[in-house]
């Protein structure tokens, strides 16, 4: 079955810092998200991208957060300047274009980040 | 979107019939119902999605009444592996990107 692939699975960071958390997509997908999870609260989505520009954004992604698809397999977010509340479980996913059934959103394992 | 409610937490054994069910009173014409699964430090997994009536695979089984208010996640015989948070979403699936909002969810247990 094909499936999201995220790396780092987990990657330690020091407050200030660039970090950039990578994902292939599943290969015929056209839709990418990035959502994230602070431990013990929900999922909260950050971001949708299709066409290589974003079609939508939380709240939670500020400037300091970007999004990019450098070449035709991955996706990547870059968080520039870490800070503490930033540490979380990242997810990326990605979903087909479905006009007449369910646009399934199908997630990675997760890269966990933590900030220092 | 429409908002959810589901039981925070429910217990189970092994080899019941569990059912979720999920309330969704403002749904509309274009959404969809979702269910995902989420282990302790994993992505949500997909389960099941449908619109109306009754959809089946090979995991669970998802009810949905003609008034679309609520669905019923429904996982047959479940084993202690079956013991994680369980999410149900609505949404619209138009063509254009979406938002997916995850509730609290259901922790459900399974006990031996």
């Known amino acids: 079955e094909p499936e999201v692939t995220q790396t780092p699975s987990h990657q330690v960071t020091q407050m200030g810092q660039e970090v950039i958390l990578r994902c292939v997509p599943i290969?015929?997908?056209?839709?990418f998200y990035w959502y994230r999870q602070i431990l013990g609260q929900k999922v909260e989505f950050l971001v949708s991208?299709?066409?290589?520009?974003?079609?939508?954004k939380s709240e939670i992604f500020d400037d300091q957060f970007s999004v990019e698809r450098p070449d035709g397999s991955n996706f990547t977010l870059k968080i520039r300047s870490t800070k503490l509340e930033d540490s979380a479980m990242y997810f990326c996913?990605?979903?087909?274009?479905?006009?007449?059934?369910?646009?399934?959103?199908?997630f990675g394992e997760g890269s966990w980040l933590t900030v220092v | 979107l429409a908002k959810t409610t589901q039981p925070i937490s429910m217990d189970s054994y092994e080899g019941q019939e569990v059912n979720i069910t999920c309330s969704h009173n403002?749904?509309?014409?274009?959404?969809?119902i979702t269910w995902y699964q989420q282990f302790p430090s994993q992505g949500p997994r997909f389960i099941i999605q449908g619109y109306k009536t009754k959809v089946t695979n090979e995991v669970a089984s998802l009810f949905i009444p003609a008034d679309r208010k609520s669905s019923t996640l429904s996982l047959p015989r479940v084993s202690l592996s079956d013991t994680a948070v369980y999410y149900c979403l609505v949404g619209a699936l138009s063509g254009s990107a979406r938002q997916l909002t995850f509730g609290s969810g259901t922790q459900l247990t399974v006990l031996p």
């Open positions: 991208f299709y066409n290589n520009e974003i079609s939508e």
């Open positions: 996913a990605s979903s087909e274009r479905g006009q007449t059934s369910g646009n399934t959103i199908y």
């Open positions: 290969s015929n997908h056209l839709y």
């Open positions: 403002n749904i509309a014409t274009n959404d969809y």
